[in-house]
C-alpha cells in the first residue's frame, strides 16, 4: 500500500499545475484521498479532499475556486489542478489517504490525523 506524488517542479506565477498521487495496493475509488502542503518553516496545511466513492469535494478557502481536486478511478490517481500559481504557492505537496474509513465518520477531512497513508511529497516552486 503506497501513494506515488508527483509533478511537482518549478512554475512561473500565473501558471496552472497539475499534481498526480497515485496508489497501489488499493482503489482510490473507496478510500478518501487528500492533498496537504509544507512550506518551509511552517506546519502541514490541508488543500483539498475528495471522499470516497461519490460523496464529494472539499476545500481549503485559501484555495477554493483556485486549486481543483479529482479521480481517475481507471488510473487509480487523484489529481490536484492548480490555477493562477503564485509565490506563497511555493512548497512540497503531499498527497494522504484513509484507509480506516475515519473521515467518513467525523467529517474532518482537513485534519492531517484523519489520513493513515502518505507519498512521498512532490515539490512545486513558483518563481518568475
Known amino acids: 500500500v503506497q501513494l506515488q506524488a508527483s509533478g511537482g517542479g518549478l512554475a512561473q506565477p500565473g501558471d496552472r499545475l497539475t499534481l498526480s498521487c497515485t496508489a497501489s495496493?488499493?482503489?482510490?475509488?473507496?478510500?478518501?484521498v487528500a492533498w496537504f502542503r509544507q512550506a518551509p518553516g511552517k506546519e502541514r496545511w490541508w488543500l483539498a479532499s475528495i471522499a470516497r466513492d461519490s460523496l464529494g469535494e472539499y476545500y481549503s478557502n485559501s484555495v477554493r475556486g483556485r486549486f481543483s481536486i479529482s479521480r481517475d478511478s481507471a488510473k487509480n490517481t487523484v489529481y490536484l489542478q492548480m490555477n493562477i500559481l503564485k509565490p506563497e504557492d511555493t512548497a512540497v505537496y503531499f498527497c494522504?489517504?484513509?484507509?480506516?474509513?475515519?473521515?467518513?465518520?467525523?467529517?474532518?477531512?482537513?485534519?492531517?490525523?484523519?489520513?493513515?497513508?502518505w507519498g512521498q511529497g512532490t515539490q512545486v516552486t513558483v518563481s518568475s
Open positions: 495496493g488499493f482503489s482510490v475509488r473507496n478510500y478518501a
Open positions: 494522504a489517504a484513509d484507509l480506516t474509513l475515519l473521515t467518513y465518520q467525523t467529517g474532518n477531512y482537513y485534519q492531517p490525523g484523519q489520513y493513515n497513508t
